[in-house]
């Protein structure tokens, strides 16, 4: 890869290891679905003018579009966010990297992965493993419902790239990017407008809000579609290993959030089972999945 690829790959590391710190800062003032609200709708406004000529492209798969925006954004957002209440913004990042394991998984049982070889398998074990270390810390600390909360954004966003291979091939994906965000700003309003801070956020929530919309959204997915047309999308959505390590980073040092034995297990279990479960071998390709139809499919995004 050539040095703006690297860039552009330590960038999009960066930015999306951020979000669950913005978030946890955010949900401290603002409802869940306050946080879901402003990074769509900041976020839409952002990118709508880069797709306003191709959104009758995205308007003639409106059906899959909806469904895409249900679960990547409104759906797996509001539970995040929810789950942040009471979790940790590290250990909450390190949940969301069991999603490509989760990814492997349904390609297999939809047709879109042809085999997953023994390696690949063991990979699945060790990741599992990892997922109930993590998850058995979480619940010492909160309780189930949180961990439960997030093992369903894991779900979502294991789902919707197949979504996206399946029904949205041809559709290009910053337009198709700006329709979801515009859909999921329209869902949420009404469940933000319900639960509308008695009180004005402080600066500290106003400016998480913010940078959730315009780095973690908005730029974040504008140099994500760069990564993929610079170094492909295998290995733009590399990234999905390097996220969690910034999560667990930022949470421990700037907010102080504990590092026990158990997360510390549970993160390398995660992280090398996902590795080896998302590993090809030249004999376990599968059909290949343009580059235009490609969004945050397989890499770990909030």
């Not at 999009?12 to 955010?26: D, F, N, Q």
């Not at 801070?197 to 998480?208: D, R």
């Amino acid at each position: 890869m050539t040095r703006r690829t690297w860039l552009l790959f330590a960038a999009m590391s960066l930015i999306w290891g951020v979000p669950y710190l913005l978030i946890s800062a955010a949900v401290a003032e603002v409802s869940p679905a306050m946080v879901v609200f402003s990074r769509t709708a900041i976020g839409a406004v952002v990118l709508l003018p880069f797709a306003w000529r191709q959104l009758r492209a995205v308007w003639a798969h409106r059906w899959p579009v909806l469904a895409f925006s249900l679960l990547e954004m409104v759906g797996p957002w509001f539970l995040l966010s929810d789950a942040e209440r009471h979790l940790s913004s590290s250990l909450a990042g390190l949940l969301i990297a069991f999603a490509p394991v989760l990814a492997l998984v349904v390609a297999r049982v939809i047709g879109l992965e042809r085999r997953i070889g023994g390696l690949r398998v063991l990979g699945l074990v060790i990741a599992v493993g990892g997922v109930a270390a993590l998850g058995g810390g979480g619940m010492e600390s909160s309780g189930a419902w949180p961990v439960i909360e997030m093992l369903l954004v894991a779900v979502g966003y294991a789902i919707a790239p197949q979504v996206a291979a399946v029904k949205l091939r041809e559709v290009p994906a910053l337009p198709m990017t700006a329709v979801c965000l515009t859909v999921a700003a329209l869902i949420s309003a009404p469940f933000a407008a319900v639960r509308w801070p008695s009180a004005p956020p402080s600066l500290t929530a106003v400016g998480a809000l913010v940078l959730l919309g315009l780095l973690c959204t908005a730029l974040a997915f504008l140099l994500f579609f760069r990564l993929i047309a610079e170094a492909g999308p295998a290995r733009a959505t590399a990234i999905a290993y390097v996220n969690p390590v910034v999560a667990l980073a930022l949470g421990v040092s700037l907010r102080g959030e504990p590092l026990t034995l158990l997360i510390g297990v549970g993160a390398v279990l995660v992280l090398a089972g996902t590795f080896l479960a998302t590993r090809r071998s030249p004999h376990e390709l599968a059909p290949p999945i343009p580059a235009e139809a490609t969004t945050s499919g397989g890499a770990s995004r909030v």
